[in-house]
């Protein structure tokens, strides 16, 4: 646990020294533990592939299909999923539970009928504080032109049973590990009819009141090749971060405007962190960030959680090819239309695994992100004071103030300040933006949490 509070004071010559400039990667100053390594090492594009065409071969997953058909439709692919992932389960030691989370969806838009729709949910419980929790999702769903369409062959091999094959090898690779906080491995239903799979599993955590401190969507993650001419570009995936919250309230709204805030939002510090820890050089991959909720016209199983206010992403595949999304399977003077298995490729969809992975590992190990953090305004001083809340880990090592220009997109100057619950640094809050993280024995580093103004 913390240790009792005291202040820090440095002065801004001495601060600046000791902490530096750096660049992002340097800035969050996360190791990579042998325990990651051997599991990116794990993940396995052959599996990848088997579990794509093992879905694909339901020919549709429409959420208005089948539920008790075992060889055709949305049930069929239900209860496979949860024999995969109950077998892995059993290789857990009892850490890691499997359940269907099933409700009925009244009518609706796209939900002309009552409707059974069921996510299928592994939690992997933490070792040393469960009640921190991490989700990642793929939508197992799929659909053709015609979205109320139940019936017609709907592959949905890039969206969404990329996502998918990404959720159930890291249910694979990490059911033998212990993370010390919890992580939860959902393929959600109904996406293509409204959210409706991650709207109702985010609302259960929103109701049990469940510390969900960072959610991940994996949907279109099936290529970095457009097959549309373009050049390839196989080593980036998207990560769609919003900036000014979902779920902001209007009074969070003008301090965010008084401020500056726009840009140090929970899910902006959550991709922050992933850009750091699943670097290049660790998973193969380039994550590009973008600093919107979601593409254009287009919404993805984040937004469910970025709607209960939880900081939450969307990975997705560089550059789409519109003819190979929510189409029907046909050829159209010799273009072929339709969402087929021969677009996917499944080294990207492993290293996109691999980029999960490497941020859900990292966000498991680390210390949670610091509450209630605040900066104090209640006089006029060219220094700055920070506070917040003790963290509850029992390896805690103690805290960091980080701080960067107005106009930088990242961290470039961190400066460790102890274990302690308040520090106070002779640089001007209205020249830069500040924030705090927190640090534990092993030099795991939080995501950084941004201030709000204090009384």
Same mark, same amino acid.
């Given at each position: 646990m913390a240790k009792p509070t005291r202040r820090t004071f440095m002065a801004a010559s001495a601060a600046v020294v000791t902490a530096g400039l750096a660049g992002p990667a340097e800035a969050a100053g996360q190791?990579? %533990? =042998?325990q990651l390594r051997e599991m990116l090492r794990e993940i396995d594009p052959k599996r990848v592939e088997a579990i794509i065409r093992r879905l694909v071969a339901?020919?549709? &997953?429409?959420?208005?299909?089948?539920? /008790? %058909? =075992?060889?055709?439709? !949305?049930? @069929?692919?239900? /209860?496979? !999923?949860? @024999?995969?992932?109950?077998?892995?389960? @059993?290789?857990?030691?009892?850490?890691?539970?499997?359940?269907? %989370? $099933?409700?009925?969806?009244?009518? $609706?838009n796209r939900i002309p009928a009552p409707t059974r729709i069921t996510n299928v949910v592994a939690t992997l419980r933490g070792s040393v504080t469960p009640d921190r929790?991490? +989700? +990642?999702?793929?939508?197992y769903d799929s659909r053709v032109t015609d979205v109320m369409d139940a019936t017609s062959d709907a592959p949905g091999a890039d969206d969404d049973a990329s996502g998918v094959a990404v959720v159930l090898e890291l249910v694979r690779v990490m059911a033998t590990r212990a993370p010390a906080a919890t992580i939860v491995f959902a393929a959600v239903a109904a996406e293509e009819q409204g959210l409706y799979g991650s709207d109702h599993l985010a609302q259960t955590f929103k109701d049990q009141g469940t510390d969900v401190q960072g959610a991940f969507s994996n949907d279109i993650v099936g290529t970095g090749d457009a097959h549309d001419g373009t050049p390839d570009d196989s080593r980036t995936v998207r990560l769609f971060?919003?900036?000014v919250p979902t779920a902001e309230t209007a009074a969070e709204a003008n301090i965010r405007r008084s401020v500056g805030g726009e840009n140090d939002g929970a899910s902006r510090q959550l991709g922050r962190f992933v850009t750091a820890v699943a670097r290049q050089s660790l998973t193969g991959m380039r994550v590009r960030p973008i600093w919107r909720r979601d593409r254009?016209?287009?919404? $993805? %199983?984040?937004i469910s959680f970025l709607l209960r206010g939880y900081p939450a992403a969307r990975f997705t595949e560089p550059r789409e090819n519109f003819a190979h999304e929510h189409q029907d399977v046909r050829v159209v003077d010799g273009v072929q239309f339709g969402d087929l298995i021969e677009f996917c490729d499944f080294g990207y969809i492993a290293r996109v695994a &691999? +980029?999960?992975?490497?941020?859900?590992? $990292?966000?498991?190990?680390? =210390?949670?992100? =610091? #509450?209630?953090?605040? !900066?104090?305004?209640?006089?006029l001083t060219n220094e700055t004071t920070l506070r917040w809340q003790p963290n509850p880990e029992p390896d805690l090592a103690g805290y960091e103030l980080v701080w960067r220009e107005t106009t930088d997109p990242d961290w470039t100057h961190s400066l460790p300040v102890g /274990? +302690?619950?308040?520090?106070?640094?002779?640089?001007? #809050? /209205?020249?830069v933006f500040f924030g705090v993280r927190a640090v534990d024995e092993a030099g795991n580093r939080s995501p950084v949490a941004a201030p709000q103004p204090s009384s």
């Amino acid at each position: 646990m913390a240790k009792p509070t005291r202040r820090t004071f440095m002065a801004a010559s001495a601060a600046v020294v000791t902490a530096g400039l750096a660049g992002p990667a340097e800035a969050a100053g996360q190791p990579a %533990d =042998p325990q990651l390594r051997e599991m990116l090492r794990e993940i396995d594009p052959k599996r990848v592939e088997a579990i794509i065409r093992r879905l694909v071969a339901f020919g549709t &997953r429409h959420t208005l299909s089948a539920q /008790d %058909d =075992p060889a055709r439709g !949305i049930g @069929a692919a239900r /209860d496979w !999923i949860l @024999a995969e992932m109950q077998a892995h389960a @059993a290789r857990s030691g009892g850490r890691m539970t499997v359940a269907l %989370d $099933s409700f009925i969806q009244p009518v $609706s838009n796209r939900i002309p009928a009552p409707t059974r729709i069921t996510n299928v949910v592994a939690t992997l419980r933490g070792s040393v504080t469960p009640d921190r929790v991490y +989700v +990642v999702t793929g939508h197992y769903d799929s659909r053709v032109t015609d979205v109320m369409d139940a019936t017609s062959d709907a592959p949905g091999a890039d969206d969404d049973a990329s996502g998918v094959a990404v959720v159930l090898e890291l249910v694979r690779v990490m059911a033998t590990r212990a993370p010390a906080a919890t992580i939860v491995f959902a393929a959600v239903a109904a996406e293509e009819q409204g959210l409706y799979g991650s709207d109702h599993l985010a609302q259960t955590f929103k109701d049990q009141g469940t510390d969900v401190q960072g959610a991940f969507s994996n949907d279109i993650v099936g290529t970095g090749d457009a097959h549309d001419g373009t050049p390839d570009d196989s080593r980036t995936v998207r990560l769609f971060v919003e900036g000014v919250p979902t779920a902001e309230t209007a009074a969070e709204a003008n301090i965010r405007r008084s401020v500056g805030g726009e840009n140090d939002g929970a899910s902006r510090q959550l991709g922050r962190f992933v850009t750091a820890v699943a670097r290049q050089s660790l998973t193969g991959m380039r994550v590009r960030p973008i600093w919107r909720r979601d593409r254009y016209l287009r919404g $993805s %199983d984040h937004i469910s959680f970025l709607l209960r206010g939880y900081p939450a992403a969307r990975f997705t595949e560089p550059r789409e090819n519109f003819a190979h999304e929510h189409q029907d399977v046909r050829v159209v003077d010799g273009v072929q239309f339709g969402d087929l298995i021969e677009f996917c490729d499944f080294g990207y969809i492993a290293r996109v695994a &691999r +980029v999960n992975a490497a941020a859900l590992w $990292s966000l498991a190990q680390a =210390p949670g992100t =610091p #509450k209630g953090v605040v !900066i104090d305004t209640t006089q006029l001083t060219n220094e700055t004071t920070l506070r917040w809340q003790p963290n509850p880990e029992p390896d805690l090592a103690g805290y960091e103030l980080v701080w960067r220009e107005t106009t930088d997109p990242d961290w470039t100057h961190s400066l460790p300040v102890g /274990d +302690v619950t308040t520090a106070t640094v002779d640089l001007s #809050k /209205d020249n830069v933006f500040f924030g705090v993280r927190a640090v534990d024995e092993a030099g795991n580093r939080s995501p950084v949490a941004a201030p709000q103004p204090s009384s």
